[in-house]
């Protein structure tokens, strides 16, 4: 092998240690001739355990996940303690999974992202110790994450969705609308005053012993009502949706759950079982309980889009309505939610069943959105907490109540 010789201008023999420098320069470091950027995402906020690897373009390297559903579901919800226990259990596997699949070794990656806020102080603090101290052994640096963040930008990962859009999250834990101006630029137009839609149809769901039902053993609440649903039709009910007087963007489901608590008490007298065994109009409750949250949902969705508009905050034509959160899954409620988006001109988008309910993914995902903008990257993790309760955005849900937009009727048949 011959090298030119700057200083003679002639071709001379190169030493070993120079020939092992020349070979070492073309060592495959992807992330440096790419300048590609690889975040480790990792989520425990409630009840999986999560992480993935995503790249600058949106390309899933590895995933892995841990469902703890099957155990909450046995002993009737989610008990934390046992959460937290089943996160330490598990998070170690999970990442060394999620890593192993991706074939990225840790010191390639560019950040570690972690959820931090909202969600369940015992099972957020395992996430974030533990995610600490990776980011202290691999001196990489911290990228905290917020869980409604993650789950409103997860729809640029699989669809080119440009800023500004309008987003719905419907869970267990979460029942918001906002407007997502940036990465980290929300407006919250409102927001559930009591429960969560996900909690209300798992709370129906035990109430009516779902999990005794054969079809339904191993499904979550949201996805046993909707499973029985199919086979029911809707029970005349005394009223349409909650909060019909209130003309703002605000949710509430606690009232829709103690008024089919009455409906159960009722049907099991007339039918002379017992509470706790399965009803025989449990298919027409499920059809009934599941068509009025989604006209609740739908009116409030309805409302949000016109004051988006009216305010020239979303486009008048081809908005996007992104919807997202464990109810999300939900068919009924998507159809319900496109007969609104057809009749105001906008694009309903859903992420894919699987990266609607929790999972690292979306984690990873939301640390690259704040890389390549450059937000929230901790070189010092001094001080650093975890927050079981935190707002999303500015709060505009009052000038939202007082433009008083009265929503045209939307006949919901499915
Ligand atoms: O987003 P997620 O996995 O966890 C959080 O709550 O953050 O959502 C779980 C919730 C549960 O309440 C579950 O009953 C509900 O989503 N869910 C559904 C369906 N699948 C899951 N609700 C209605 N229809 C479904 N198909
Ligand atoms: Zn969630």
Known sequence: MLMLNKTAGVFSKPSKKKIYEFLRSFTFHPEKLFLHKLVLGIETSCDDTAAAVVDETGNVLGEAIHSQTEVHLKTGGIIPPVAQRLHRENIQRIVQEALATSRVSPSELSAIATTVKPGLALSLGVG????????????KPFIPIHHMEAHALTIR???KVEFPFLVLLISGGHCLLALV?????????GKSLD????????????????????????????????HL???????????????QRAKNCDFSFSGLQNIVGSIIMQKEKEEGIEKGQI???????????????????VKRTHRAILFCKQKALLPQTDAVLVVSG???SNLYIRKALE???NATQCTLLCPPPRLCTDNGIMVAWNGIERLRAGLGILYDTEGIRYEPKCPLGIDISKEVGEAAIKVPHLKIMI
């Not at 009803?279 to 949902?297: G, K, M, R």
């Open 128 to 139: 974030l110790s533990f995610s600490l101290q990776l980011v202290d052994q691999l001196k």
């Open 157 to 159: 990962l699989t669809n």
């Open 181 to 189: 101006q940036g990465v980290s630029d929300f407006l919250l137009l």
């Open 195 to 226: 429960i969560a839609p996900g909690d209300m149809l798992d709370k129906v769901a035990r109430r009516l012993s779902l999990i005794k039902h054969p079809e339904c053993s191993t499904m979550s609440g949201g996805k046993a009502i909707e």
């Open 229 to 243: 649903a199919k086979q029911g039709n809707t029970l005349p009910l005394d009223f349409k949706a909650p909060m």
């Open 279 to 297: 009803l025989a109009s449990a298919a027409d409750i499920a059809a009934t309980i599941q068509h009025t949250t989604a006209c609740h949902i």
């Open 326 to 328: 464990g109810v999300a």
């Open 339 to 341: 007969i609104v988006t």
